[in-house]
């Protein structure tokens, strides 16, 4: 009785799918979570220890990021409706390096919250960015693996942010980790842009697009959002 063939690895079928669109992808599901999580989990280390802040401004700052993402996020994905996802990531990646520098820069609360709001904003585009070019320049039989190996690469950026951070960067008492995450953020959006940015007429992507393609156009027909609304 023949032997039936064995299921490839993982890592042979991520080996399998490794091509010039889809190696930047990759290093950018890495190094983007690994930017990011050198800094959220220490904020309000840094924002009370660093900066002297009370407890009640640091935590009322960490939350204006996550609440601004939630709440704006949309801002995003009008973006790259108008001007396409490679130019919005771009911009939301070099918006995100700003913000992270101008935070370790500036010690005002009113100023710091403003920054997070844009960080906010600008963090989410670039995660949402990220994973519309992964659907839209991988072949469809290879985008399970594809989403499988981001997934799997941004689990192990953010674990292994903590220790670098912590260990070798003074997390929570230096303003190194926001350079060092700046600088990740402002490499991998010039990057990523290189690889992804196709040159095309502003005006001619717009009348290509259909109608429906933007935000708010979809939240209006779809009911289901207006009945919850």
Known sequence: MAESPSAPS??????AVLNPKTTPLFIASFLVPLAAFMLYPFLTIYFTHRLGFSPAAAGALLSVRFLSSGLLGFVGGWASDRW???PAYTAAGILTALSVAGIALDHQVVVIGLLLIV?????STVNACARGLSNEHVAPDQRGTVQNGIHWLNNVGMAAALPLSALL????YSRLPFFVSAAGYFVMAVAMGAVFWERRDCAQAANDR?????????????RAFVWLL
């Open 10 to 15: 993982f890592w042979q079928e991520l080996t």
């Open 84 to 86: 396409g996802l490679a």
């Open 119 to 123: 960080l906010g904003v600008s963090g």
């Open 169 to 172: 960067l003074g997390a929570g």
């Open 210 to 222: 259909p109608a429906s393609a933007g935000p708010f156009s979809v939240l209006r027909d779809d």
